[in-house]
């Protein structure tokens, strides 16, 4: 079985411009997790996906983040304008929709470095 | 909101004897589940062993196990025989049971070495 994808693996950016993460989750699982790890730090939820609706974004920057999940699979996370404290690793994360399954599967994240 | 604190950020063992990684978390909820992953650096995020705040027995994994103390809201890690390839970050979990998004509140995490 195939791990959840994510990409690009690295990324350097200058402040105030934009970037996209894709997200490829493991066939078949219904919920959709970005994580923020910013260094020294534990992972912080930015936003989750069941199917392809938003079930929580409450921490999400809306002012210049944004996700969307088209048909309930892939996900892209977007930065814009990006900052420097935005410099983290981003974690894509899938699980299945069964109740009490409690596994959550994570990519191998973005590393994100805004200059 | 819940909580999870990690007060060791760093840790040290040698190889084949035991280390023990503390958490505490803060929850007012009486059902939830408990976690421990390990980060190695190539960032991958493994689950090692979860637990059930439910169930009074503690989880074991091999050679990894937990000494889950509900009432102090305790959640500690204990690593037997540790091997060079334990070397990695840990971070400590929260999920509600409650909750339908169940995304997971981590710790700060605690960076195990491990020495031959």
């Not at chain 1, 309930?72 to 996370?77: E, P, R």
Request: glycine fraction near 6%.
């Amino acid at each position: 079985e195939a791990g959840v994808a994510q990409s690009p693996r690295y990324k350097i950016i200058e402040k105030r411009q934009s970037v996209a993460f894709w997200c490829n989750p493991i066939s078949g699982h219904a919920t959709l997790y970005w994580y923020q790890q910013i260094l020294g730090q534990g992972p912080k939820l930015l936003i989750q996906f069941q199917n392809n609706g938003v079930v929580d974004d409450s921490q999400l920057p809306k002012d210049r983040f944004s996700a969307e999940r088209l048909k309930g699979v892939d996900s892209t996370l977007k930065i814009q304008p990006a900052k420097l404290e935005d410099s983290a690793v981003y974690l894509c994360a899938s699980r299945p929709l069964t109740v009490n399954f409690y596994e959550q599967y994570f990519g191998p994240g973005t590393r994100l470095t805004v200059t | 909101a819940q909580t999870v604190t990690q007060s060791q950020p760093e840790m040290s063992v040698q190889e084949a004897e035991t280390v023990t990684l503390s958490c505490t978390y803060d929850t007012s909820e009486s059902d939830y589940y408990l976690f421990w992953y390990k980060q190695p650096p190539s960032r991958q995020m493994i689950l090692v062993i979860r637990q059930e705040a439910y169930k009074q027995q503690n989880a074991t994994e091999n050679r990894f196990s937990v000494n889950f103390q509900k009432a102090a809201k305790s959640f500690s890690l204990k690593i037997s025989d540790s091997q060079l390839g334990d070397a990695a970050m840990y971070f400590c979990a929260y999920r509600r049971l409650s909750n339908s998004g169940y995304a997971l509140n981590f710790g700060k995490g605690t960076s195990l070495l491990v020495t031959p």
